[in-house]
């Protein structure tokens, strides 16, 4: 398959000197000059889907990186255009496979927005116990992929195990583990099933020797933190100008996180903390995800403990069509700030749906982050930035 | 050649101080042998422990729970195409290999199973040991440049880098080992493996323990660096599958990958031994000195055949817990035959424990002495061999310029810390 | 509301048929909120005051006949774009005069702005008003408009918690200046813009396409590009499907 990295549309200042860039035939030998080119991916067992990144090196050091996406693009938002409202609701799972539910109740959020109706409180509760179950889910997944990039293989199994009993929840709520379609527009479809509660209740108490297990496994290891502790160093002000949310921005010293700063879905009414790192660097990324997992299971124990009695449908027309208009809503994924940009032209197909992806914009920021780093981190790098790509292409 | 092989029997040399080229060719058949099924079993013990800390089961299939999976992989192994790349260098790619596996071996000819279970007692025998396990460095250099490949050539230099790095601290450490075994009436140590084991006895400690903390600093030094000698975790970036550089032997398939495998493995089963050798009394029993009495030598001598006997239960247990399905008709029934192998070997050794209990000179104490030897050798071993599958399972990789700076800015100067004082401290004792 | 306006959409038809819908949806959007039609004031322009404008909403022209609902009940008010006071507001107000209208819908606030003003105005957001954090450059595609394409910029504010968002309008073909001398996060985000739209951002360092292949032609999310439409070429070279779909 041609490679078209050479054709460009549009010269400039890169990081990356395309002139040097011939990944297919090198007719002089790279190796004499100091800079090498290597390609990682797109198929590749460390980068967590298809993603191609072209490294600069110097030696090992890494110069500059450029990164070539869109191996998933499905044109996601194109097709939001030629579906009704309802009809796109599935499709939202896909695009971050691994946190379904948050995708789907970013959505469902928006267009409630952009009908003025609110979901009543019994299905915000059942909405915030099962987006909160989908960011544990989704911060297992990525501790185990990440320390398996970095090479402790056994937390892969031990996180992946423990994903299994929110699976359970999951598919006895709606039928599906990963993408999940749990919520629709207005409310949520589907009551708690008999033994819902003691569920969740079963998991809160299964779980946090679990993450004392993960933690006993790499929080102290002094290999973990060598591999961690000042790889990919990110400051406050780079990771605000680059646009980066979520775990990332918060280890960076960032008290930021939209379920705090603005408020949806009954968060409002659920005491919890937000976790933040000194340095900016892997471990403290690592560090705050721990902790989100841990204080999700509180937010998680607040919801059990009170949901409220009544509908779990708001008043929604059968055929939602929205008065013309447009909306911006966002909300705390577990990857950072998703956005659903909603054009209402006022029929039952959206006019434009624009998801502003967090890992889309947290990856922006690898080029920054890597720069001065050794091959081997880079990997860490990118794991550390929990980006999906279905998420990335959309 | 039937004088040549009585004259041995009975002797307590070695073949190679006897001079007897027939038991010295006897016994580099039985090690050959030996490690090559140590190896296989080594195989199926990393898999299937590696799958149980990562709460799975491992191969459970190929034989009964498993045991049967290193004959299939051998077998897949040499069946598979045997893929050269055209642009390599074919003599050199051919024999890389076969020095890995030659430095790995020969290691063995030193190797103290018991005090006259050795293939030769060398005087130089742990020079011998440390000469000929560096020559590994040269088959992995060869491999990573016969492939004609920048990735195995990037990952064969980071080897070999790596392994040269921890053989200075390696050499170090054992240096201090050496040295305790001066410390005795006549101030003469050895550099004989066999020396070293005895020079033990006659202290009455293992070195380990010898001036607690300094052979115990000694010989962690030493534990750590023959992991990185042998590339594993956590010092296995140079052939990991998640790194660029895919390692030396990317390139190789089939037979040639496997023959690095053995190479590996008996490289890891070779510095395993050294260390036991070195501070954890050879073959020693626990307590030689302290625990005199001939019963507690007969308790002792027990210890093989329950170790037989042990492994015969579990594998009883597993057949009496396998599904009663037909499906599992043959595992049942080879799990059980395997069981019924281990119970006999355990019957054996218990009778010749009994039959030999006595001091004398009789062929059953004589066995029985010998296989004494051989158990608490292996089982020490063994230790080390399941402590390399834990390290795997358990740690992160370090990083490669990590591993570098571990290697000569931390052991390096901790291992030379502690043959000066070492050396202080035997001076002002005596 | 809007659906006294319209026909009630038929179930997704295929590609093709949705224009229909797009043109009505034009007139009433774009004379609510764009400043360049900003002769009627904003709320007697608002078509979707619905007792007041119902008689007169079937007499608007290219419209299909809206079967009138006689005896519906008058539906209360919907939400309506209305006018953004705020001290900001008012000094950009002052500073840009009649290129820039401020109004906030569902309580979301917005800035119409001219194109003219982009870059100046995004960078006393971020300097003086502290939007120091931009969250999404994006665009919407009016094809039945003079100036087709929306340019939307979201940003938010941490130190006043605060999002806004500016859009502009500008023509095909033309092209806008690039904020990524602003918020260096702009620069993927708009060279998504630019291979989605082919809306080309001026002073963009390396703009080219991001999530389709570099050497694709067209740009997918314009409204003239088929929902099953792929640049057969490219997939007929670089694929081997020889049908090119």
Request: aromatic residues 10%; charged residues 20%; hydrophobic residues 45%.
């Amino acid at each position: 398959m041609k490679d078209h990295t050479n054709e460009v549309s549009g010269r400039g200042l890169s990081s990356l000197d395309r002139s040097n860039l011939d990944l297919e035939t090198p007719e002089k030998p790279y190796l004499d000059s100091n800079e090498l080119i290597i390609n990682m991916g797109p198929q590749h067992p460390a980068t967590h889907g298809v993603l191609r990144v072209i490294l600069k090196l110097d030696g090992e050091k890494v110069l500059g990186t450029e990164c070539v996406i869109g191996y998933l693009h499905r044109g996601v938002e194109k097709i939001a255009e030629n579906r009704t409202y309802t009809m796109f609701n599935p499709y939202v799972d896909r695009m971050d496979y691994v946190a379904a539910v948050s995708n789907g109740l970013g959505y469902c959020e928006a267009v409630e927005k952009l009908l003025n109706v609110e979901a009543p409180p019994r299905a915000k509760y059942i909405r915030v116990i099962l987006t909160e179950l989908n960011r544990i889910a989704s911060h297992q997944l990525w501790l185990g992929t990440h320390a398996l990039d970095i090479g402790a293989m056994t937390p892969l199994f031990y996180t992946f195990r423990d994903r299994e009993e929110i699976l359970k929840i999951f598919e006895r709520y709606c039928g599906a583990r990963l993408t999940t379609h749990a919520f629709r527009i207005g409310g949520c479809q589907y009551e708690t099933y008999a033994g819902f509660e003691k569920e969740v209740k079963n998991f809160l108490a299964f779980f946090p020797p679990k993450i004392d297990e993960y933690e006993a496994l790499l929080t102290g290891n002094r290999i973990w933190i060598e591999r961690t502790k000042n790889v990919g160093v990110i400051s406050a002000a780079d990771a605000i100008a680059l646009g980066v949310t979520g775990p990332v921005l918060r280890a960076s010293g960032v008290k930021w996180d939209l379920r705090k700063a603005q408020p949806y879905a009954a968060y409002s009414e659920f005491d919890f903390e937000i976790p933040i790192g000194t340095n900016g660097d892997t471990y403290d990324r690592y560090m705050v995800r721990m902790v989100e997992m841990r204080q999700s299971l509180r937010i998680i124990e607040q919801a059990v403990n009170g949901i409220p009695e009544g509908p779990i449908m708001g008043k929604v027309p059968k055929v939602i069509k929205p008065p013309v208009g447009e909306i911006y809503h966002s909300i705390e994924a577990p990857k950072g700030e998703l956005g659903y940009f909603i054009v209402s032209d006022g029929s039952t197909q959206p006019y434009r749906i624009r998801v502003r992806p967090p890992s889309f914009v947290n990856l922006q920021a690898l080029d920054i982050m890597v720069r001065g780093l050794l091959v081997a981190d880079v990997v860490a790098v990118i794991g550390t930035l929990d980006i999906v790509l279905g998420e990335v292409d959309r | 050649m039937l004088n040549q092989f009585t004259s041995y029997l009975g002797s307590n040399l070695t073949p190679g101080t006897a001079n007897n080229q027939l038991w010295a060719l006897i016994y580099v058949l039985i090690i050959f042998a030996g490690v090559s099924v140590a190896v296989m079993a080594m195989n199926w013990l990393e898999r299937k422990a590696l799958a149980h800390f990562q709460i799975r089961l491992g191969p459970m299939r190929v034989g009964p729970h498993g045991l049967l999976q290193p004959f299939a992989d051998a077998l897949k192994l040499m069946l598979k195409e045997d893929i050269i790349p055209a642009e390599a260098d074919q003599f050199v790619f051919w024999v890389a290999p076969l020095i890995g596996l030659l430095a790995s071996f020969t290691v063995y000819t030193v190797i103290p199973f018991g005090p006259s279970q050795a293939v030769s007692d060398m005087n130089i025998g742990i020079l011998f040991m440390l000469g000929v396990s560096s020559l590994g460095v040269l088959g992995i250099v060869v491999a990573g440049w016969a492939s004609n490949s920048h990735y195995p050539l990037i990952g064969a230099l980071r080897s070999s880098a790596q392994m040269v790095s921890y053989e200075v601290a390696m050499g170090l450490a054992v240096v201090s080992a050496i040295l305790m075994t001066s410390f005795n009436e006549t101030g003469t140590g050895t550099l004989s493996m066999i020396g070293i084991v005895q020079s033990q006895q006659q202290q009455g400690i293992w070195f380990i323990f010898k001036f607690f903390p300094l052979g115990l600093i000694a010989f962690a030094i030493f534990a750590i660096a023959m992991v990185a000698e042998t590339n594993r975790a956590p010092f296995d970036m140079a052939e990991a599958e998640s790194e660029l550089t895919a390692g030396y032997h990317t390139e190789y398939s089939g037979l040639r990958w496997s023959l690095f495998m053995l190479a590996e493995y008996a490289a890891m089963i070779a510095v395993s031994a050294i260390a036991v050798t070195l501070w954890l009394g050879g073959w020693m029993r626990p307590f030689p000195n302290l625990l005199h009495a001939p019963a507690w030598d007969f308790l002792f001598s027990l210890f093989p055949g329950l170790t037989f006997l042990g492994l015969a239960a579990i594998a009883l247990i597993g057949t009496a817990r396998m599904p009663s399905h037909s499906f599992f008709r043959i595992q049942r029934i080879g799990l059980a035959v395997f069981a019924a192998l281990l119970g006999i070997i355990a019957l054996l050794l218990l009778v010749i424990a009994v039959a030999g209990r006595s001091a004398d000179a009789s062929l059953a104490a004589r066995f029985n002495e010998g296989i004494g030897y051989v158990y608490w050798f292996v089982l020490k071993v063994a230790v080390f061999m399941y402590l390399f599958i834990w390290y795997r399972a358990t740690w992160p990789r370090y990083r490669f310029d990590q591993l570098m700076k571990i290697g000569w800015k931390v052991m390096l100067p901790i291992s030379l810390g502690v043959l000066m004082v070492t050396a202080i401290v035997g001076v002002l004792v005596k | 509301m809007a659906e006294d306006v319209k026909t009630p959409a038929p179930p997704p038809p295929p590609e093709g048929e949705k224009k229909p819908t797009a043109e009505t949806v034009v007139p009433p959007a774009q004379s609510a909120v764009t400043p360049s039609a900003a002769e009627k004031p904003l709320a007697a322009a608002d078509p979707k005051v619905p007792a007041a404008e119902k008689p007169a909403a079937p007499a608007a022209p290219a419209k299909p006949a809206a079967p009138a609902k006689p005896a519906a009940p008058a539906k209360p008010a919907g939400p309506v774009p209305m006018p953004w006071t705020s001290p900001l507001v008012e000094k950009y107000k002052s500073q840009y005069g009649s290129g820039l209208e401020a109004q906030t819908y569902l309580g979301q606030n917005y800035f119409s702005v001219d194109r003219s003003l982009i870059p100046d105005l995004l960078r006393m957001l971020r300097d003086d008003e502290q939007f120091d954090y931009c969250v999404d450059i994006t665009a919407v595609h009016y094809p039945k408009r003079e100036k087709q394409f929306d340019v939307v910029w979201i940003l938010y504010s941490f130190p006043r918690n605060e999002r806004v968002r500016v859009k502009t309008q500008i023509a095909d073909g033309a092209s806008i200046p690039s904020s990524v001398s602003i918020w260096p996060t702009a620069n993927w985000l708009e060279r998504e813009v630019y291979d989605m739209f082919g809306i080309q951002f001026d002073g963009h360092p390396d703009l080219k396409r991001i999530l389709l292949p570099d050497g694709w032609k067209g740009y997918p999310l314009r409204k003239d590009y088929g929902i099953l439409q792929q640049d057969q070429e490219w997939v007929q070279i670089n694929l081997g499907i020889e049908s090119g779909q």
